[in-house]
């Protein structure tokens, strides 16, 4: 007997250390997933007002060979992707003389083959300048009326990624009920392709002696703050926005609030 309760008081042991080792585990991942408090103390500063938007790569030339009357294809000298000079001979028709590149491109498109028949205002094949290109935005209304030719913009590629690149505002113009904006770029990648999608973040002006903070800063449109070691809860209204900062206006805000959060 004695022995069993030897046993049994030893077994009893070892699964008090287990679940105590369990609950110290629990804690400290507990504590760990615990979202960090952070401290900022606020203070003026320069702000640079930017609009964003989603672009499209552009060629700067692109040529689409049509006829004016009807006409088989005889030969065709090109085939999609092959490199072109000017005057290279691209179609020849029984009825239509040879017809030739108008300026040195690409071959984007082929679409009809030798034999078919093409009839009046048929697209035959597309010629492309790929070595000058440009960007295209659509904006919205309060967006378009901040942009003014030359100004600075950012661009990014989904293709490749990490990497930004400089260019600059060359016009905005309205188009079918759509505001665009055209972006130009002497840094434009030779990888990059029409029909790629670019990240354009446009700056508008700069603004001077506001209050800046992390947008996952305002919850439900208030900040929490310490004043003289005091807690206190401001309503703020959120003004230019630059990546993850967000510009605070309110009233109550004064430099030297520490802004607490967590991220």
Same mark, same amino acid.
């Given at each position: 007997?004695?022995?069993?309760? #030897?046993?049994?008081?030893?077994?009893? &042991?070892?699964?008090?250390?287990?679940?105590?080792?369990?609950? @110290?585990?629990?804690?400290?991942?507990?504590?760990?997933?615990?979202?960090?408090?952070?401290?900022?103390?606020?203070? +003026?500063?320069?702000?640079?007002?930017?609009?964003? /938007?989603?672009?499209?790569? =552009?060629?700067?030339?692109?040529? =689409?060979?049509?006829?004016?009357?009807?006409?088989?294809?005889?030969?065709?000298?090109?085939?999609?992707?092959? $490199? *072109?000079?000017?005057?290279?001979? #691209?179609?020849?028709?029984?009825?239509?003389? *040879?017809?030739?590149?108008?300026?040195? @491109?690409?071959?984007?498109?082929?679409?009809?083959?030798?034999?078919?028949? %093409?009839?009046?205002?048929?697209?035959?094949?597309?010629?492309?300048?790929?070595?000058?290109?440009?960007?295209?935005?659509?904006?919205?209304? &309060?967006?378009?009326?901040?942009? &003014?030719?030359?100004?600075?913009?950012?661009?990014?590629?989904? /293709? #490749?990624?990490?990497?930004?690149?400089?260019?600059?505002?060359?016009? %905005?113009?309205?188009?079918?009920?759509?505001?665009?904006?055209?972006?130009?770029?002497?840094?434009?990648?030779?990888?990059?392709?029409?029909?790629?999608?670019?990240?354009?973040?446009?700056?508008?002006?700069? +603004?001077?002696?506001?209050?800046?903070?992390?947008?996952?800063? $305002?919850?439900?449109?208030?900040? !929490?703050?310490?004043?003289?070691? +005091? &807690?206190? !809860?401001?309503?703020?209204?959120? /003004?230019? !926005?630059?990546?993850?900062?967000?510009?605070?206006?309110? @009233?109550?805000?004064?430099?030297?609030?520490?802004?607490?959060?967590?991220?």
């Amino acid at each position: 007997m004695d022995v069993i309760r #030897l046993f049994l008081s030893g077994k009893r &042991k070892y699964i008090t250390l287990a679940v105590l080792a369990a609950a @110290g585990v629990l804690l400290v991942a507990r504590l760990r997933a615990r979202p960090a408090t952070v401290e900022l103390t606020l203070k +003026k500063t320069d702000m640079v007002r930017t609009v964003y /938007g989603l672009g499209t790569v =552009q060629a700067e030339k692109s040529y =689409q060979l049509r006829i004016g009357i009807a006409a088989n294809i005889v030969r065709l000298f090109v085939r999609e992707g092959d $490199v *072109v000079s000017k005057g290279a001979r #691209l179609v020849e028709f029984d009825q239509v003389p *040879v017809m030739t590149a108008p300026f040195t @491109g690409t071959v984007t498109a082929i679409v009809f083959k030798e034999g078919e028949a %093409v009839f009046p205002g048929n697209a035959i094949l597309t010629v492309t300048d790929l070595s000058r290109k440009y960007i295209t935005a659509s904006l919205d209304e &309060k967006a378009a009326v901040l942009i &003014k030719q030359k100004q600075k913009t950012r661009i990014a590629f989904d /293709g #490749l990624p990490g990497k930004t690149y400089t260019g600059s505002v060359s016009s %905005v113009y309205p188009s079918g009920g759509q505001f665009i904006v055209k972006v130009e770029s002497a840094e434009m990648p030779a990888e990059i392709l029409p029909g790629m999608s670019a990240d354009l973040a446009i700056e508008t002006g700069t +603004k001077t002696g506001v209050f800046v903070a992390p947008i996952r800063a $305002v919850r439900e449109g208030k900040v !929490t703050l310490f004043r003289n070691g +005091k &807690k206190i !809860t401001v309503p703020v209204q959120l /003004g230019l !926005t630059q990546g993850d900062s967000v510009e605070i206006i309110s @009233g109550e805000l004064a430099e030297g609030d520490l802004l607490r959060y967590t991220q």
